[in-house]
């Protein structure tokens, strides 16, 4: 089954429970909470630059991780409609990125100003590889790293700097990430 359109729900927490079990997402209680953790940064955020669209912001970035735990064959269905790169195609894991740009597209989040927005989750896990980057993939990859429920160190240090400094946060989450991951042999 491939979705063509998605419900149609308002801007609410609890749409992702019924998301979830409408489309067999597999998400977690702790996926869960990291995406709305995600959502509430990404607003503030968004609030504090005086931003008009914070509202549409947060929500499509709460479902950045909307397809991260969705089966395998599952993903399969989307292959046909989605670009991947290789670096996809050798880590699974990272599908979950343009599987969930492409729900977006289809869903009735999706608005003619969303583009921007849909880039930023199709790239949010290989932002090195994104051609352009722009504010909103900045945005949205500083606070996937250090929304309230990631709990280590820098955690606490990073989400402070976003709020004075986006531009250097993302820069300082870039090296993080990459010692972080180094560490852990880890790609995602
Ligand atoms: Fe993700
Ligand atoms: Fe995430």
Redesign the pocket.
């Known amino acids: 089954m491939v979705l063509n359109r998605m419900m149609k729900w308002k801007f609410q927490d609890t749409d992702l429970i019924i998301l979830n079990e409408k489309y067999e997402l597999n998400l977690g209680l702790k996926r869960i909470k990291h995406m709305t953790g995600v959502k509430k940064l990404v607003k503030q955020i968004a609030e504090s630059l005086k931003l008009d669209n914070s509202e549409e912001i947060s929500e499509i970035f709460k479902l ?2 909307i397809a ?1 735990n969705m089966k395998a064959e599952k993903q399969q269905e989307f292959i046909p409609h989605i670009d991947i790169i290789d670096i996809e195609k050798n880590n699974p894991v990272l599908l ?2 343009p599987i969930a740009a492409y729900m977006l597209r289809n869903s009735d989040l999706y608005t003619d100003n969303s583009d921007n927005l849909l880039y930023a989750v199709r790239y ?2 290989l932002f090195e590889h994104a051609e352009r980057e722009t504010f909103e993939l900045k945005l949205l990859t500083v606070c ?1 790293f250090c929304e309230y429920e990631r709990k280590f160190t820098e955690a606490e240090t990073l989400r402070k700097v976003a709020f004075e400094n986006l531009d250097k946060a993302y820069e300082k989450m870039k090296i993080i990430r990459k010692e972080y991951y180094l560490k852990h042999e880890k790609i ?1």
């Open positions: 950045h991780d991260r979950h990125a949010h896990t996937d995602n």
